[in-house]
């Protein structure tokens, strides 16, 4: 969150034991946000190389697709232990309904 609103804005992610989902508009290249994520991850937990190559992006269409993928991004860790995630959303996607509309 430390480039909130400078170089990305972050609508909702979640982060848990073995992946990730972020939705972001980003500010700047995306490939280089990837990498400056990726890297201070790796060098503030010692972890070493952890990361796959690449990543999956989708564009979002409009604001059905954006709903969906909040609700995604909320549900996704729902089979985990609750202190084993970690969600975050802005104010807009609490805004989403639970239900598709």
Same mark, same amino acid.
């Given at each position: ?45 010692? #972890? ?12 979002? +269409?409009?604001? &059905?697709?954006? @709903?969906?993928? /909040? ?6 860790? #729902? ?12 104010? +807009?996607?609490? &805004?989403?309904? @639970?239900?598709? /509309?």
């Amino acid at each position: 969150m430390k480039f909130q609103g400078e170089k990305y804005l972050h609508e909702s992610w979640v982060i848990m034991p073995n992946h990730l989902h972020i939705l972001t508009k980003p500010l700047e290249p995306l490939e280089k946000l990837i990498h400056a994520w990726k890297s201070t991850f790796s060098h503030n937990f010692d #972890r070493g190389r952890i990361w796959q190559k690449g990543y999956r992006d989708t564009l979002i +269409r409009d604001p &059905k697709h954006f @709903a969906n993928c /909040v609700r995604y991004i909320r549900r996704n860790p #729902r089979q985990l232990p609750r202190n084993s995630f970690t969600l975050w959303e802005s104010d +807009r996607a609490k &805004k989403v309904s @639970a239900y598709k /509309v």
